[in-house]
Nanobody
Framework: QVQLEESGGGPVQAGDSLSLSCGAS????????VAWFRQPPGKEREFVAA????????QYAAPVKDRFTISRNKTNNAVDLQMNNLTPEDTATYYC?????????????????WGQGTQVTVSR
């Protein structure tokens, strides 16, 4: 049973940066397709970013494009999400998810393994 674990969340102020990391319990994680989603308070879960294997394969949601960067961390067997210039609208529980399907998609149903989430709170 593959397990994903997110880390790096916490309270920050608007304009700050934060880096999240998604680690996995298997080495083959480097071959999986991985995405980050988030769920703001009282709202539906929404797509943030996804990656195949290389940076040029990454996809981003419009609200985070040019502020967030998803990347593979081979040293730590993880997928990181670097978040810059955070705003209160970025406040949410952030989840990483993976699939063995050959593509990345922006819908949650495409991914079948999920972490427990990490909370990011951005204050003004």
């Amino acid at each position: 049973q593959v397990q994903l674990e997110e880390s790096g969340g916490g309270p920050v102020q608007a304009g700050d940066s934060l880096s999240l990391s998604c680690g996995a319990s298997i080495r083959a994680f480097s071959a999986a397709r991985v995405a980050w989603f988030r769920q703001p308070p009282g709202k539906e879960r929404e797509f943030v970013a996804a990656i195949l294997w290389t940076p040029d394969s990454a996809q981003y949601a419009a609200p985070v494009k040019d502020r967030f960067t998803i990347s593979r961390n081979k040293t730590n067997n993880a997928v990181d999400l670097q978040m810059n210039n955070l705003t209160p609208e970025d406040t949410a529980t952030y989840y990483c998810a993976m699939t063995w399907r050959p593509t990345i998609e922006q819908t949650a149903s495409h991914y079948n393994i999920w972490g427990q989430g990490t909370q990011v709170t951005v204050s003004r």
